[in-house]
């Protein structure tokens, strides 16, 4: 199979989104930092370059995010060569199963809004090089985990409060707020 990689940018100016034609893990799976990407060899490699500092994988991309005073048009080049020649080699997203998406349960509450979540915000989220995962809700508060671009992006509260709270809001009456849950 011919690898194709291209890029697209993200609402969160230090990241990039590399998109190849091949899935590459199914769920996604957040490296935000060179430690915890032990288990994964694909990740572990990308945080050689030291303008790397921040790796995120789902579906068929890696979003990466870069340090602060590397400049994109520099290393984007590099990246890009790397993860077609990763993905060629069938280099591995990680080596041990990590948890991935669980099945909805909980109240028919609980289960509606992670419906929701993953029907209408997720794909939107994946779109922008992210993900987001529900973590509880109690008296009416709606906690998620936002992870990949996402995390950290200057906009990731406009699109918290405006976006999803809103959705979630109009869809299920019961909730009052949704909140982020830091990393």
């Given at each position: 199979?011919?690898?194709?990689?291209?890029?697209?940018?993200?609402?969160?100016?230090?990241?990039?989104?590399?998109?190849?034609?091949?899935?590459?893990?199914?769920?996604?799976?957040?490296?935000?930092?060179?430690?915890?990407?032990e288990?994964?060899?694909?990740?572990?490699?990308?945080?050689?370059?030291?303008?790397?500092?921040?790796?995120?994988?789902?579906s068929?991309?890696?979003?990466?995010?870069?340090?602060?005073?590397?400049?994109?048009?520099?290393?984007?080049?590099?990246?890009k060569?790397?993860?077609?020649?990763?993905?060629?080699?069938?280099?591995?997203?990680?080596?041990?199963?990590?948890?991935?998406?669980?099945?909805?349960e909980?109240?028919?509450?609980?289960?509606?809004?992670?419906?929701?979540?993953?029907?209408?915000?997720?794909?939107?989220?994946?779109?922008?090089?992210?993900?987001?995962t529900?973590?509880?809700?109690?008296?009416?508060?709606?906690?998620?985990?936002?992870?990949?671009?996402?995390s950290?992006?200057?906009?990731?509260?406009?699109?918290?409060?405006?976006?999803?709270?809103?959705?979630?809001?109009?869809?299920?009456?019961?909730?009052?707020?949704?909140?982020?849950?830091?990393?």
């Amino acid at each position: 199979m011919n690898i194709s990689v291209y890029t697209e940018a993200t609402p969160n100016p230090a990241t990039t989104k590399f998109i190849v034609n091949k899935l590459l893990i199914n769920g996604s799976v957040d490296y935000a930092t060179r430690e915890s990407a032990e288990n994964s060899p694909f990740a572990k490699e990308l945080y050689k370059f030291s303008f790397v500092n921040g790796v995120f994988f789902a579906s068929n991309f890696v979003t990466v995010t870069k340090t602060e005073g590397s400049e994109w048009e520099d290393i984007l080049p590099i990246l890009k060569e790397f993860v077609k020649g990763a993905v060629e080699s069938e280099l591995k997203v990680q080596t041990v199963e990590q948890e991935t998406d669980v099945a909805f349960e909980g109240t028919e509450t609980e289960i509606k809004i992670q419906q929701i979540l993953n029907d209408y915000v997720r794909p939107a989220v994946e779109q922008d090089g992210g993900a987001i995962t529900y973590r509880s809700f109690d008296a009416g508060v709606v906690t998620v985990e936002l992870r990949g671009s996402c995390s950290g992006c200057p906009s990731s509260t406009v699109t918290l409060k405006s976006g999803i709270e809103n959705l979630l809001k109009r869809m299920v009456p019961e909730v009052t707020e949704v909140v982020s849950e830091a990393l």
